[in-house]
């Protein structure tokens, strides 16, 4: 007949020796406990960090505490087992280990088999941080990949083809045909109040003297000889400007 409180508490003396840092028995009756199992780079180095499931982003080691409750008839049927408490382990991951328990579980009936289902979690653990450390290095490749084909193509340019330089071309045209579009209203707007000359003049009467004050202004005064024009009734001005053989500086000399 088997003894299964013999073999179980041998087994409990000799998993307590194999995770003295991990283990706590939470009750004698039933026989509780926990061990804590962590991938194997936290074991061996508590500064190591893997990259998290966040890109770019440092976290320790996954880790997952187990907690095994021992059944009367342990090790012929299997323990009670449960994630006590875990971290960096998505949901789907914490399905996965305890799928495994139960493969393991039934492989193993009839023997102790804690140490080896903690190995199986462990090695489970080891897995799932290469896997994460692999998903993060694929995303740092292919932002990469991604940043050097932007910058390729910043460097080169667009490549021209007949798609895009008619594209380009009809765009283009629209543009100048809105320019002049704007430019001749522009003139027209602009042709609307421009006055003439002679509007000027008629519009605005400070033009007639507008010369003379701007010489006195400036110190320059304009004196008028009226002596000089006293005779001018007798002046013969009757002068043919039409004819081709008129000229003006040549009249003195006939009087001489």
Same mark, same amino acid.
């Given at each position: 007949?088997?003894d299964?409180?013999?073999?179980?508490?041998?087994? =409990?003396? @000799?998993?307590?020796?194999?995770?003295?840092?991990?283990? !706590?028995v939470?009750?004698?009756v039933?026989?509780?406990? /926990?061990?804590?199992v962590?991938?194997? @780079?936290?074991e061996?180095?508590e500064?190591q960090v893997?990259?998290?499931? !966040?890109?770019? +982003?440092l976290c320790?080691?996954v880790?997952a505490t187990? *907690?095994?409750?021992y &059944?009367?008839?342990y090790p012929?049927?299997?323990p009670?087992?449960?994630i006590f408490s875990?971290?960096?382990l998505?949901?789907?991951? &914490?399905?996965d280990i =305890?799928?495994?328990l139960?493969?393991?579980?039934?492989?193993?009936l009839?023997?102790v088999?804690?140490?080896?289902l903690?190995?199986a &979690?462990?090695?489970k653990l080891n897995?799932?941080?290469?896997?994460? *450390?692999?998903?993060?290095?694929e995303e740092?490749?292919r932002?990469?990949?991604?940043a050097?084909e932007?910058?390729?193509?910043? %460097?080169?340019? /667009?490549? &021209? /083809?007949?798609?895009? %330089?008619?594209?380009w071309? @009809?765009? +283009?045209e629209?543009?100048?045909?809105e320019?002049?579009?704007?430019?001749q *209203?522009?003139e027209?707007?602009i042709?609307?109040?421009?006055?003439t000359? *002679?509007?000027l +003049?008629? !519009?605005?009467?400070?033009?007639?003297?507008?010369?003379?004050?701007f010489l006195?202004?400036?110190?320059n005064?304009?004196?008028v000889d009226?002596?000089?024009f006293?005779?001018?009734?007798?002046?013969?001005l009757?002068?043919? =400007?039409?004819?081709?053989d %008129?000229h003006? =500086?040549?009249?003195?000399s006939d009087?001489?």
């Open positions: 007949m088997t299964y409180t013999e073999e179980q508490r041998n087994e =409990l003396e @000799a998993i307590e020796s194999i995770y003295p840092d991990s283990f !706590t939470l009750s004698e039933p026989t509780s406990f /926990t061990i804590t962590a991938s194997e @780079a936290g061996d180095d500064t893997h990259i998290c499931r !966040t890109l770019y +982003f320790p080691a880790e187990l *907690k095994f409750t &059944v009367e008839k012929d049927e299997p009670l087992w449960e875990q971290e960096n998505e949901d789907a991951d &914490v399905e =305890l799928t495994l139960q493969q393991q579980a039934e492989e193993n009839g023997m088999m804690i140490f080896t903690v190995t &979690v462990q090695e897995e799932i941080i290469d896997q994460i *450390k692999n998903r993060r290095e740092k490749r932002k990469e990949k991604e050097e932007a910058e390729k193509v910043a %460097f080169q340019g /667009t490549v &021209v /083809t007949i798609e895009n %330089f008619l594209a071309k @009809a765009k +283009f629209l543009e100048m045909a320019l002049r579009r704007k430019r *209203k522009e027209e707007q042709g609307k109040f421009k006055l000359g *002679k509007q +003049f008629e !519009t605005d009467h400070n033009l007639d003297t507008s010369d003379i004050q006195e202004d400036a110190g005064s304009v004196e009226e002596s000089l006293q005779d001018i009734d007798g002046l013969d009757d002068l043919d =400007l039409d004819d081709p %008129f003006p =500086l040549e009249m003195g009087e001489d």
